[in-house]
């Protein structure tokens, strides 16, 4: 039983087959879920949201991001790797500086509705 006693199991075993056709029609590959589960994995830790709520805000080199966040550049700069490397995240070379942004407008759209659900 569940911690508000709601009922979350059937009273009998059966398996409504249109549903488990149509779902098992629709569902993606293995390998999609699992490149799915380690996306939502990069996206279980608050410095790295914290980095992408930043660059969802404004473009930002490092120090700016250091800065903002109290950190060392040594500790951006690795989250910052791990979020490169999930595609979360772009740079591009302006000078001596790397700026970052967003990879996307998906990330931007995974954030906003983060936080629309949160906020609910």
Known sequence: MAANNEQIACDFMHAHEDIVKKVTAEMPSED???????????????TRIRILFCLFTSEMCVCDIATLLNMTQSAISHQLRLLKRSKLVASRREGKSIFYSLADSHVGTIINQGLEHVEE
């Open 32 to 46: 999609i879920l699992f490149d799915l589960s380690e996306l939502f994995k990069v996206f279980g830790d608050s």
